[in-house]
């Protein structure tokens, strides 16, 4: 039976075709001729004749404005402020300001009702900000005597806002520390290649717990939750976020941000319903962008050569095309899935915008090839953007908000026991050491499988699976215990309870205080590996730091 829902989505558009092919007895003669295709875009064209033999294009979905769609997003607005569930009401209203027709008084509404959450948790600056845009649109002339009330007490109070930190300055690292052939990093590391390991990071020297490694920005990033308070484009946390003026789906914290964003958004704004209506996880996404803005390297493509003695700079194009896709290791149902998203969202980008108006065909094979690298290159090469928030328990602890293609962060290799740790601060990624490397030694990452929390059987099925290895690090080979079959060590060092509540409180005062007294002790306790007195410590110096970087403050 195929497909009835009106929108329906990525998996089941992909179903369809499989059932076509099944119900002619095509499957493994179309497998036979996938498998011995040997390029990208070549792939991709194959499975567009199949879209075309069988019909099974998406249609159009209009992103447009709706004043009535924005009307029940602000009376849901109005709901949660009664019941001063601030974040909630600003989430709402924010929807209501993003559906709203331009120059309408339903957005002037929207954004004065919003005004009133933003004053009510005193955050000024930003309640003036509405205050001037609802009244720069049609506001009810009924309504403008608590309006301008508002802005007039919020006019008095804006001088008695506190600074709402997402992050702590930005760590930098210095002039003379500076590596001169790794843009991003410093000169305690360097890259070194062999066939086992491939690229890899190594120290130069010895590197002491909290030395800031790297500092690198995202060739491509994209947001992925929290989209009524995050910017669409810098990813910051902001509570009064305006719209594109064009479809739902985008918001800014600033006209920078807005101007920014179009060497990519003005392609995805008017699919950005249809891209939504598929379902698209985070990697097609942050695939698909990485193609569009990627158009002035098609050129390229065909014969990047990278020369030793180049500066290893992140924001090239030719960093990111060069990472790991695994293409061989794959198999061919796994290639054909990644295939025909790859057909499907150039379909969406051909026919609905207008990217490749006057293209050639070769500008056509460059964009499938970049799409398909990617959606390979993504899943063991793309990086989380995080912040630490509040969770029901009261504690702060890390979230996902987006994702990023940071290409000289996917060198490091995996250990289940990591000696580095990243924090980011807006979307940029802070590296840095947290045990003891020595010269000559790997600096190590995780992926996602740390031994304390998973047993080696379990990680290694994992790593295999999604990495395409089996990991060899101390922890493997010994098989060490999980975090409650540690054992405790009697040098452990004492951190009072207090401050250690403090931490899951996110007091960012008590976070620098431990820092100073607790990260040189962590050497103390690295010949007592593992126990759970390392194991302890680290933790508590993980949350210092995470503390220090992206933290939203619950409203």
């Keep these: 039976m195929y497909n009835t829902n009106k929108n329906p989505s990525l998996v089941d558009r992909q179903q369809d075709l499989l059932r076509h092919l099944s119900e002619r007895g095509r499957v493994k003669a179309t497998s036979d001729e ?21 019909e099974l294009y998406p249609d159009g979905t209009n992103s447009g404005k709706s004043n009535a769609e924005s009307e029940k997003y602000r009376l849901k607005g109005n709901e949660m402020f009664k019941l001063k569930c601030n974040d909630k009401s600003i989430e709402y209203y924010t929807q209501s300001i993003a559906h709203a027709e331009n120059n309408t008084e339903s957005l002037a509404i929207a954004y004065a009702n919003r005004s009133a959450v933003l004053f009510q ?89 909290g030395e800031i490694l790297a500092i690198e920005k995202p060739y491509c990033k994209i947001l992925v939750d929290c ?27 600033s006209d920078e941000c807005e101007i920014s964003s179009k060497n990519y958004h003005d392609i995805e704004c008017c699919v950005s319903k249809t891209l939504q209506d598929l379902k698209l996880d985070k990697l ?51 290639l054909f899935e990644r295939s025909f998203t790859s057909s499907i969202l150039f379909y969406i980008i051909r026919k609905w915008t207008n990217f490749f108006d006057g293209a050639d065909e070769a500008s056509e094979a460059a964009f ?22 509040q969770n029901e328990d009261g504690v702060y602890a890390p979230v996902e908000i987006g994702s990023g293609s940071y290409s000289f962060l996917s060198m490091l290799n995996h250990s289940c026991t990591p000696n580095v740790l990243r924090n980011c601060y807006g979307s940029a990624i802070v590296l840095r050491c947290l045990e003891t490397i020595r010269e000559g030694e790997q600096c190590f990452d995780n992926y996602g499988y740390h031994y304390a929390i998973m047993v080696k059987s ?91 970087a992206n933290m939203r403050s619950i409203v």
């Design 121 to 209: 948790i005193k955050l000024y600056k930003e309640c003036l900000d509405d205050i001037s845009r609802a009244l720069g649109n049609p506001y009810p002339a009924h309504l403008m005597e608590k309006l301008q009330s508002r802005q007039e007490k919020a006019l008095n109070l804006v001088s008695t806002q506190k600074n709402l930190e997402y992050h702590i300055n930005i760590p930098t690292i210095e002039n003379d520390n500076k590596n001169p052939l790794i843009e991003c990093s410093s000169d305690a590391i360097e890259i070194k290649y062999s066939p086992n390991l491939g690229r890899h990071i190594v120290a130069k020297r010895d590197i002491s717990p």
């Design 34 to 54: 996938f498998s011995v295709i040997s390029t990208n875009h070549g792939r991709v064209d194959f499975v567009l004749g199949l879209l075309d033999e069988f």
């Design 458 to 548: 379990d990680r290694q099925k994992h790593l295999s699976k999604q990495y395409f290895f089996d990991c060899l690090c101390l922890a493997c080979e010994e098989d060490w215990p999980l975090y409650e079959d540690l054992s405790l060590v009697k040098e452990g060092l004492y951190i009072p309870s207090a401050d250690l509540e403090d931490l899951q409180l996110g007091n960012r005062r008590t976070a620098k205080k431990i820092l100073k007294e607790h990260l040189g002790k962590l050497q103390e306790v690295e010949k007592f590996k593992p126990s759970k007195n390392l194991a302890e410590l680290q933790e508590v110096i993980k949350q210092c730091y995470a503390l220090n």
């Design 368 to 389: 499938k090839e970049i799409l398909l690298i990617n959606l390979q290159t993504g899943p063991c090469n793309f990086h989380e953007i995080s912040e630490i928030t």
């Design 284 to 334: 097609k996404l942050i695939a698909l962008r990485t193609a569009i803005i990627s158009k002035k390297h098609y050129n390229k493509i065909w014969n990047i050569t990278t020369d030793e003695k180049d500066v290893y700079t992140s924001g090239n194009f030719k960093e990111i095309h060069a990472l790991i896709a695994n293409t061989e290791k794959r198999s061919t149902p796994d």
């Design 227 to 253: 989209f009524f308070n995050h910017c669409h484009n810098c990813l910051k946390l902001c509570y009064n976020l305006k719209p594109c003026p064009k479809c739902c789906t985008f918001l800014y914290c």
